[in-house]
């Protein structure tokens, strides 16, 4: 059988990787500025993370939801602690989507309505609901087509008003990232996210908070939504939580009454993912990632601001999004390619740094020093 061939793939193989360096076959060194897409929150192979995977793996990798899973609760206290929000309720999944699939879900059954209010630009998975909530047509499958989407132009606060004006007894969820990851780097006003708050609580509709790629501290916050100072009645997450070990989770105000059967998942919350996102937490809350973040972060933001080559910088923390015009088309591949950097991308043309939280100031520096290098070479 061979794969299905969905990925545009780089031809390298990575054969070990430790904190913000992985490292081929050949041995050949890279610097990731791109935390395998915003995943690697602690750095690779962390000794705390690899030293409580093993002892959990050696004790038992997994049983079902019908049992006792004592590490559920202690990573529900922890990330209460963490995030600031000791009293919203935790659900554990998979993914970012089925994080965002659930929450939406979710909405609905607490206020009995269908419509989603979505923004221009955004990104929230590939499953169903999810997908129809993502601004990418040609993502979108036919099956997942539906009417119960609307999108609105991102940080408008007068299109919302409207919405709401027109036909917002008949809103369930309001779904925004704090900010835009797949959509270039782009942030949630503070107006923007202030409306959204007070119109989802005069029509009794739900604030979704998508914090799958701007959450878990990326931000220099826990969750990037806060800097508004206003509570999301729901806050979705994966990509940082697990550090690489697949685990999705949806932080739940204490509004919502669960039920049995409500929500559920076979391999959510298993004791492997518990390890791996209390570790995160604990590396997270004893190293002061949250601080790194914001001071490398604002760093790395000003350096570059002052590149000239530059069209701009945007974002907040450790996700950063540079701006460049067409000429530097192929400086991200260069980037690899020359000089062993890996990066993201947001179309048509950033580089988006999302490296891990506890990217160090001298790693910066590197990165600063080749970047400014690579530009050189089209001068
Ligand atoms: C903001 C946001 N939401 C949801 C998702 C989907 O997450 P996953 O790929 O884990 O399903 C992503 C993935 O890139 C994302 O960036």
């Known amino acids: 059988m061979k794969l299905y061939d969905v990925y545009p793939i780089n031809p390298i193989e990575i054969d070990h990787a430790k904190g913000s360096y992985v490292w081929d076959k050949n041995g050949q060194k ?5 935390g395998g897409h915003a995943v690697i929150s602690i750095g690779h192979t962390h000794p705390t993370y690899v030293k409580n995977l093993k002892e959990q793996l050696n004790k038992v990798g997994f049983y079902s939801n019908s049992v006792e899973i004592p590490q559920q609760k202690v990573l529900a206290q922890l990330l209460g602690e963490v995030s600031g929000k000791p009293d919203y309720q935790l659900f554990l999944c998979n993914s970012g989507a089925e994080a965002n699939e659930n929450a939406l879900k979710l909405a609905s059954f607490y206020n009995g309505r269908k419509i989603i209010i979505a923004f221009t630009g955004s990104f929230h998975g590939r499953t169903s609901l999810a997908v129809a909530a993502t601004d990418n047509p040609k993502i979108i499958a036919p099956v997942n087509e539906t009417q119960n989407v ?7 606060v007068e299109a919302l008003n409207e919405a709401f004006k027109n036909y917002g007894e008949n809103i369930s969820a309001v779904i ?16 923007f996210l202030k409306a959204i708050r007070s119109l989802c609580d005069q029509y009794n509709a739900v604030f979704i908070a998508d914090s799958v790629q701007c959450g878990y501290g990326r931000s220099g916050r826990f969750y990037s939504h806060d800097y508004a100072g206003v509570n999301a009645d729901i806050y979705t ?7 690489g070990f697949p685990i999705g989770g949806v932080a739940i105000a204490p509004k919502f009454k669960p039920w049995h059967g409500q929500l559920g998942t076979t391999f959510g ?3 492997l993912a518990c390890a791996a996102a209390i570790s995160v937490l604990e590396v997270i809350k004893k190293d002061q990632l949250l601080n790194n973040a914001t001071l490398v972060g604002d760093y790395l933001i000003e350096q570059l601001r002052s590149i000239p080559e530059v069209k701009e910088v945007r974002g907040t923390g450790l996700m950063i ?4 015009n067409e000429a530097y088309s192929n400086l991200r591949k260069d980037l690899l390619q020359k000089h062993f950097i890996f990066t993201g991308e947001a179309k048509p043309n950033v580089i988006r740094l999302l490296p891990a939280l506890n990217l ?7 990165f600063l020093t080749e970047f400014e290098q690579a530009i050189s070479n089209y001068n």
């Open 269 to 271: 919350g298993n004791h």
């Open 237 to 243: 997450m994966a990509k940082g939580m697990g550090n």
């Open 360 to 366: 160090s100031m001298e790693d910066a520096e590197f």
């Open 30 to 34: 890279y610097l990731d500025m791109y």
């Open 176 to 191: 925004t990232e704090g900010i835009q990851g797949v959509g270039g780097i782009r942030e949630a006003s503070v107006p």
């Open 150 to 156: 609307v999108f609105l132009p991102f940080n408008n």
């Open 321 to 324: 999004g540079i701006e460049l």
